[in-house]
């Protein structure tokens, strides 16, 4: 029970009489005879003792019409419709009449009545005490003062859309009535002078629960704002009492006579007659003294003070429209408790430090976050000076996100109030509003206070409550020095990067690190190797080689790490090994075995692979001292050569920068490199490679022969037995001229006559016959030639007899007329003329005609070539260019494609002229 005497007092109502705009500032005067008052819908309706019911608009413009020849004693204006329902007699004697208005529609000019029946439904005769109608228009209730209620239900405003019917009896007076609706259930509240009752409409039976024993006066009960949890109020002369419709609520000890009781917007009003005037029947006449005075207090129930109090002069009602209350007075005047302002309504709170009063104030009035954030600074700022810092950080907490984190976090620096800064800090961050400055603050405060509980349950909260800068809080965790929680924030969080450094560079846990590694998905991990694998290779390189080759062929996280979000994915990862070589820098033993693993288990590794891993095993091969181990390794060389993935020319280098023969000899064989070959054996002094090199390597490059000669030639041991070996073979092929021979055998001074003899005497001898061979062919040429001339005279001087019996075309006996020719040819004449391509030439003798004259225009065209191309090389500045110009018209290849021996012999002199005359240019212009 809340003690009246406890709650504070303020004005927050100015109160106005209410002028008639039309009489120069004199008060507005209500009609005479007022009887009953209710208000909504823009208007206020007044009921007089005349029949005559009022209505008053905001302009103070007054309109009334006839309702009833009598009295009015009841008025329910709805608020959710513009439907009045009145209660008043047409007759003398006791029988009130109820009659429902339409106020939008008029009769006459009158609104219009669309229903009327008398409130009693009996026969005995009582009077209305009470009167309250549903928002729904499907309920009206009717209490009288024999202790009846009659409800209405159906339509109200149609006679044959409703059915009335008792639903009350009892021998107390009714004096309070009000509808509630909550969802589908409807509740009707009935107050008597001894009882307190709701029944249940929305149930056949209309059940009934009693809720209290004691009730109170006429006018003394209201019903709080309409909504699901609206409450029954039962002002007492002791207290005021609020109900639910199924038991009694809070009560309030209110003292002093209750004449009026009203709620609108969470305010109650209650009208008490004065303590010194005298006590008055209930159902007393409503003339009162001159004297007597009436006390209208309206209370704020939620926040527990009175907003206005005042004394009046005998109140007829009170009434809430337009955003007011209008008290209306029995001397005809009318004043108006217009409310203050929220933001005046505060500042007079804030005058008083009554900061916990203006909260709930403001809240009650949905004052917006900014306006409540104001409040809380100016009760913090309060606090803080008053020197209650607790009370004040726990007010600037429910400004955050309103007012900037830096002022408050200044004041408690300066008073150095750590704790009371860090409870700030801690509810800014659960509201995820730090920056970094904020997080760093914050972890400072912590390990100032080496708090570690406290620096446990800010890290540890579950991911769902991190309200925090996550990398930002790594950053300072690692510098005070608390490794521990840095590690376990980063590992949370899946701040790998960090995780690795601190387990690498502060803590030393090189093991935990590649565990930690070996746990993340594949392009984290191999991005991570990429940064530490040397560091981890120093210090744990078995088991991060073991980690590389599983990142380079398959890679599957680890087991343990079954909870993240890529763990387990079915797609085959596969890292480039040669981008980790780097890595095994100062490791060659590991290296070795982490390429050799890569080609056994992926045989088509880049060249990278296979390149690194000849250079091992090279060092290795030339560092071994072990004859046999030697030959093992250098069979791992060679089968490694001889893989397609070794690049060429960097094996090479290799095999030559260790000095490994066999892998520079084949190599020499597999790039052809003939002629290296050559050189090698020749460099080594090798004598019988170089001719074994000959042997097999001169058929496709016979300059080997040549080159073998000269360098036993330039020998000055004894190096007879190669040399005679070598110009065996010159010998027998005709590789080179024997002067030639000769010349090159001169350079050397152990080479006597006797080396070259047998060459000498054979060379000769084949050269004699070659004469002989020669001279019997120019006689026989020679012969040939006279015989020509001889013919070709006797066909110029003497004539030709033609003794052919046989066409020479289709070999059957000639007949007339028949074709003859000087080369002794006869056709006959339909067969020259079918098979002959001119008149003047043989059918049969123009294919090698033909022949000979294309072969003497080649010759000619050949020479007139050749004069041009020396003419052009002899003017030309750049041989070469001629040269390569005359290869890319394909001049040299046309020269070549006469297929007559004496064609390719021309064609072989030209080219070699050709060659000659650059050569000779060539010469000139150096």
Not at 533 to 539: C, R
């Amino acid at each position: 029970m809340a003690a009246f005497l406890q709650w504070r007092r303020f004005v927050f109502f100015d109160k106005e009489t209410v002028k008639d705009p039309g009489e120069n500032g004199k008060n507005f005067m209500l009609p005479i005879g007022i009887s009953a008052c209710d208000s909504g819908r823009g208007h206020i309706v007044l009921g007089d003792m005349e029949g005559q019911i009022w209505f008053l608009t905001r302009s103070l413009q007054l309109t009334s019409f006839q309702a009833y020849k009598l009295r009015v004693t009841h008025l329910y204006q709805l608020k959710q419709h513009s439907i009045l329902v009145s209660v008043g007699q047409d007759e003398q004697g006791i029988n009130p009449l109820v009659k429902v208005w339409n106020l939008d529609k008029r009769d006459s000019g009158n609104p219009l009545c669309t229903r009327i029946f008398p409130a009693i439904p009996g026969n005995k005769p009582t009077e209305v005490s009470c009167l309250s109608v549903h928002e729904n228009l499907n309920f009206m209730a009717i209490g009288f003062t024999d202790g009846s209620v009659v409800l209405t239900k159906g339509d109200i405003t149609r006679d044959r859309h409703s059915k009335t019917l008792t639903l009350h009896e009892g021998t107390c007076p009714i004096t309070g009535l009000a509808f509630r609706q909550a969802g589908k259930v409807t509740h009707l509240f009935v107050a008597t002078l001894e009882k307190v009752q709701c029944y249940t409409l929305s149930v056949k039976e209309y059940p009934k629960l009693e809720l209290d024993t004691h009730g109170c006066a006429l006018r003394c009960s209201a019903l709080t704002d309409p909504s699901q949890d609206s409450q029954f109020i039962v002002a007492g002369d002791d207290c005021v009492y609020l109900y639910q419709p199924d038991e009694r609520g809070p009560c309030f000890a209110f003292d002093g006579h209750k004449l009026l009781a009203h709620w609108h917007r969470g305010y109650l009003l209650l009208l008490t007659r004065d303590a010194k005037s005298p006590n008055k029947p209930e159902f007393a006449s409503r003339e009162t003294s001159p004297t007597e005075k009436q006390v209208l207090t309206i209370y704020d129930l939620d926040n527990k003070f009175i907003a206005y109090s005042a004394a009046f002069d005998d109140i007829i009602d009170v009434l809430a429209e337009w955003g007011s209350f209008y008290v209306l007075t029995r001397d005809g005047k009318i004043f108006v408790l217009q409310e203050k302002d929220t933001q005046t309504k505060l500042e007079m709170l804030f005058k008083k430090n009554l900061f916990v009063m203006a909260i709930n104030l403001a809240k009650s009035q949905h004052l917006d976050n900014d306006g409540l954030s104001e409040i809380f600074r100016q009760y913090g700022d309060h606090l803080y000076i008053k020197g209650d810092h607790d009370g004040a950080i726990q007010q600037y907490i429910r400004t955050i996100g309103k007012l900037e984190p830096s002022y408050v976090i200044r004041k408690f620096l300066d008073a150095q109030r750590i704790h009371n800064l860090t409870a700030y800090l801690q509810a800014l961050h659960r509201q995820s509003l730090p920056n970094a400055d904020h997080t760093t603050l914050l972890l400072n405060c912590y390990t100032k206070l080496k708090d570690s509980s406290k620096l446990e349950e800010f890290i540890k909260s579950s991911e769902s409550e991190v309200h925090f800068d996550v990398e930002i809080a790594i950053k300072v965790l690692r510098q005070a020095g608390y490794h521990s929680h840095a590690v376990f924030l980063a590992e949370r969080h899946m701040h790998h990067e960090w995780y690795l450094k601190i387990q690498l560079e502060d803590l030393k846990n090189y093991q935990e690190a590649l565990r930690y590694i070996g746990r993340l998905p594949f392009e984290q991990a191999e991005s991570n190797m990429k940064r530490y694998g040397k560091t981890l290779m120093l210090h744990v390189p078995e088991d991060t080689t073991l980690l590389l080759k599983g990142l380079c062929t398959d890679y599957h996280p680890s087991q343990d790490s079954s909870d993240r979000d890529h763990a387990g994915r079915a797609s085959i990862n596969t890292a480039s090994p040669e981008e980790f070589i780097p890595i095994f820098a100062n490791n060659p033993r590991e290296l070795k075995a982490f390429l050799e693993h890569m080609i056994e288990v992926e045989p088509l590794s880049s060249q990278g692979v296979y390149d690194t891993l000849l250079e091992l095993r090279l060092q290795d091969w030339a560092h071994e001292q072990n004859p046999e181990k030697k030959k093992v390794l250098q069979g791992a060389a060679l089968s490694l050569l001889r893989s397609d993935n070794t690049v060429f020319d960097k094996a090479l280098v290799l095999c030559q920068m260790h000095n490994f023969k066999e892998g520079i000899l084949y190599l020499y064989e597999k790039g052809k490199l003939y002629q290296q070959i050559m050189h090698y054996h020749m460099q080594n002094e090798e004598y019988g490679k170089v001719v074994e090199a000959c042997k097999r390597f001169g058929d496709q490059e016979v300059c080997l022969w040549e080159q073998a000669l000269g360098y036993f030639a330039r020998k000055e041991e004894d190096c007879k037995a190669y040399i005679s070996e070598v110009l065996q073979h010159i010998d027998q092929n005709n590789l080179m001229p024997p002067l030639l021979v000769v010349q090159t055998l001169a350079h050397n001074s152990t080479a006597t006559l006797s080396v070259i003899k047998d060459y000498l005497i054979n060379k000769l001898q084949r050269e004699s016959l070659q004469i002989e061979d020669d001279d019997r062919k120019i006689r026989q040429y020679r012969e040939e030639t006279a015989h020509l001339r001889s013919e070709i005279q006797e066909l110029k001087s003497s004539a030709k007899i033609f003794q052919k019996t046989k066409c020479s075309m289709c070999n059957s006996p000639l007949e007339l007329p028949s074709v003859h020719f000087l080369c002794g040819h006869s056709f006959h004449q339909h067969c020259f003329e079918s098979y002959a391509e001119s008149e003047a030439e043989c059918p049969t003798c123009t294919p090698e005609n033909r022949k000979v004259m294309d072969m003497l225009r080649a010759q000619d065209q050949k020479r007139d070539l050749h004069d041009h191309f020396n003419r052009q090389l002899r003017c030309s500045n750049d041989g070469f260019s001629v040269v390569a110009d005359y290869f890319g018209r394909g001049v040299f290849n046309k020269l070549t494609l006469i297929t007559d021996p004496p064609g390719k012999a021309m064609a072989g002199s030209l080219e070699a002229d050709l060659q000659r005359d650059l050569l000779i240019h060539t010469k000139r212009n150096a």
